[in-house]
């Protein structure tokens, strides 16, 4: 027994030593079975640890800069709690989830003549991006030629003329205006997804997702007059041309990027450019198709999500009846239809188009 009880004390401190050279190399361990205290904070049997203190109010709810923090009393020990994160140097804010979080952070130390531009602004001002936001998105940040250029890590800097190209405040965020955020989106983005932020920035559509742009009643933030207005002030700037190529492609009064895309992928199949929400009377009623050849009476109409909930279903049934009562064909479009370049539903309009022209 006692050399079993000795076997059992070399073996338990055997294993004791191993866990140290383990732990001094770096090695990690399963947490299975750990309970988390709610600031996340956990020590080695499971208990939760005391809650970070509160920080003052001024802090609670935004990024902020280190110094102002330190001279407002909040400690070092504080600012280096679990709960803070550290977006750039000298900031710390609440975990960062979207593109606003992360430049509101950055905001907080961006040097007073520099703005967001490119993939930021266009987020910020709700344009369409097609790529999802990642953390690991660099923010564009436009500087005025010739102007010191800066560096933070995290961040892309271009350089832009500020006697041409204005700026505003967007939520308290320096950002470029949306038709010079266009311009620097045309440096990067291909003509289709820039053809998809000219038409946000010409709907007068209260329906379009996410739009942040200023806009009148009844009328976009531009019309096509103001963005060749504006391509003949910006003339030999980077992005004129291939923003001028998209703004040919540009139609007023889309209520979604997929709109654009379902207009663009009929055009480049050959298809004639269907005409972008006519007035169709139907049973004494108004409507307007996404897309429409009226003379030859079709329709066609895209589907997003919106249309997956109850009471729209009934609405769109309600909708295509009356329009197919007046001797009107719809060809309904969803998302996955858009793979393969279209083939799926442009051969559908085809065959109606076909059908009509007997």
């Known amino acids: 027994m006692l050399a079993s009880a000795a076997n059992a004390s070399t073996s338990t401190s055997r294993c004791r030593a191993e866990a140290g050279k383990r732990s001094r190399r770096g090695a990690t361990f399963s947490t299975a079975g750990v309970r988390a205290c709610p600031t996340g904070h956990r020590d080695g049997h499971g208990a939760a640890?005391?809650?970070?203190?509160?920080?003052?109010?001024?802090?609670?709810?935004?990024?902020?800069?280190?110094?102002?923090?330190?001279?407002?009393?909040?400690?070092?020990?504080?600012?280096?709690?679990?709960?803070?994160?550290?977006?750039?140097?000298?900031?710390?804010?609440?975990?960062?989830?979207?593109?606003?979080?992360?430049?509101?952070?950055?905001?907080?130390?961006?040097?007073?003549?520099?703005?967001?531009?490119?993939?930021?602004?266009?987020?910020?001002?709700?344009?369409?991006?097609?790529?999802?936001?990642?953390?690991?998105?660099?923010?564009?940040?436009?500087?005025?030629?010739?102007?010191?250029?800066?560096?933070?890590?995290?961040?892309?800097?271009?350089?832009?003329?500020?006697?041409?190209?204005?700026?505003?405040?967007?939520?308290?965020?320096?950002?470029?205006?949306?038709?010079?955020?266009?311009?620097?989106?045309?440096?990067?983005?291909?003509?289709?997804?820039?053809?998809q932020v000219l038409d946000a920035l010409l709907t007068p559509s209260r329906w379009y997702p996410g739009l942040k742009v200023p806009r009148e009643p009844e009328r976009g933030h531009v019309t096509l007059e103001e963005i060749d207005a504006f391509l003949v002030a910006c003339r030999g700037l980077t992005g004129v041309p291939a923003l001028r190529a998209a703004a040919t492609d540009a139609r007023v009064g889309v209520d979604s990027r997929f709109e654009t895309v379902t207009r663009l992928l009929i055009v480049e199949a050959g298809l004639p450019e269907p005409v972008v929400h006519p007035l169709v009377v139907a049973d004494g009623i108004d409507h307007h198709p996404d897309l429409a050849y009226p003379e030859l009476r079709i329709a066609i109409e895209y589907e997003g999500d919106g249309h997956r909930d109850e009471r729209q279903w009934h609405v769109d049934i309600e909708r295509y009846a009356r329009l197919e009562a007046v001797g009107w064909t719809t060809v309904r479009v969803t998302r996955d239809h858009l793979a393969r370049r279209g083939a799926h539903f442009v051969a559908r309009i085809r065959r109606a188009i076909a059908l009509r022209e007997r």
Do not use: C
């Open 49 to 195: 640890m005391r809650r970070h203190a509160p920080l003052p109010p001024t802090y609670d709810d935004a990024p902020f800069r280190v110094v102002d923090a330190l001279n407002d009393g909040v400690t070092k020990g504080r600012l280096r709690g679990t709960d803070l994160e550290v977006p750039f140097r000298r900031v710390r804010s609440a975990p960062i989830t979207d593109v606003h979080g992360l430049a509101s952070a950055y905001a907080t130390v961006i040097p007073p003549h520099h703005a967001f531009a490119g993939l930021t602004a266009g987020r910020l001002w709700g344009l369409p991006i097609a790529q999802a936001w990642a953390r690991a998105e660099p923010l564009v940040i436009a500087r005025p030629n010739r102007s010191a250029p800066g560096y933070a890590r995290g961040t892309r800097q271009i350089a832009y003329d500020a006697t041409r190209l204005s700026r505003t405040l967007l939520g308290g965020l320096p950002v470029l205006e949306p038709l010079p955020t266009a311009l620097t989106l045309a440096r990067e983005l291909s003509h289709e997804a820039l053809v």
